[in-house]
């Protein structure tokens, strides 16, 4: 649906980046004593919580000087985060490559096609540093193109920060404090460590929850194996769950 309007104090956003976060709360009919709310992060622009973190990485790289016009974002994500990085990139103009493992599905693996995103499939490994996976693949990538960035969302502070400031101060408003318990899907760990972070501050007795897949690094202590589920799952020792205390 789009609008012709003559009235010039009609309200809107100028793109569909300021659009991002404010998701709404709905009540889940569990059978359960408590009262229990899912976040539609789905609804961000780019389908996604990831959209908070991309968006606050390339802010962060611009105000860096690190991101400087027409130059190229390479990243490693699992889906969410590259959809986020590709809308962003085709918003602001950048060039963007985005490495996937072979498990990304192919709705993700189009949908960061269709906003004109490169991506590189590359295998599905065990650890994270293998050189023919996707991390390495795009830190490679990022070395050798001029002009790349690389936002390297498992170790950039910016990631947590994204939900210091927007995730855990919504949850906080919209529960108007009467938070308890908090529970999150953990990949990078940035929603859990920012937002978790936040909510320890306002209530130091709210408990943070984050939901690791069984068999990743963080889940074995190092003995990792291959598993199916994406975004969910820390690969290896990471800098943001240190954020968070
Ligand atoms: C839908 C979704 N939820 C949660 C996560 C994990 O979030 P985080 O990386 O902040 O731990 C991901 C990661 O890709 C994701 O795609």
């Known amino acids: 649906m789009f609008f012709i309007s003559i009235d010039t104090s009609i309200q809107y956003h100028n793109n569909i980046l300021s659009t991002i976060g404010n998701t709404p709360l709905v009540k889940i009919n569990f059978e359960s004593r408590a009262a229990i709310y899912a976040k539609l992060e789905y609804l961000n622009p780019g389908g996604s919580i990831k959209d908070r973190s991309a968006l606050a990485m390339i802010e962060d790289a611009e105000r860096q000087g690190l991101l400087r016009p027409k130059g190229t974002i390479i990243e490693a994500s699992s889906g969410n985060q590259g959809i986020a990085l590709a809308m962003i990139g085709a918003v602001k103009k950048y060039r963007v490559i985005i490495t996937v493992s072979k498990k990304a599905s192919e709705e993700k693996k189009n949908a960061i096609h269709s906003y004109g995103a490169k991506l590189v499939v590359c295998p599905v ?34 990631n947590p920060d994204a939900h210091y400031r927007s995730t855990g101060p919504e949850i906080w408003r919209q529960t108007r404090g009467k938070i308890t318990h908090f529970f999150a899907a953990a990949g990078t760990a940035g929603t859990i460590s920012g937002t978790g972070k936040y909510l320890k501050k306002k209530n130091p007795n709210v408990k943070i929850f984050g939901v690791d897949a069984a068999n990743s690094y963080f889940s074995t202590k190092g003995n990792q194996k291959p598993y199916q589920i994406e975004g969910m799952g820390i690969d290896h020792d990471t800098p943001i769950l240190i954020y968070y205390r």
Not at 139 to 147: N, S, T
């Open 125 to 158: 490994v065990e650890r994270y540093d293998d050189p023919r996976g996707c991390w390495a693949v795009a830190k490679r990538l990022a070395r050798e193109i001029p002009h790349a960035f690389m936002p390297d969302q498992h170790f950039n502070l910016a």
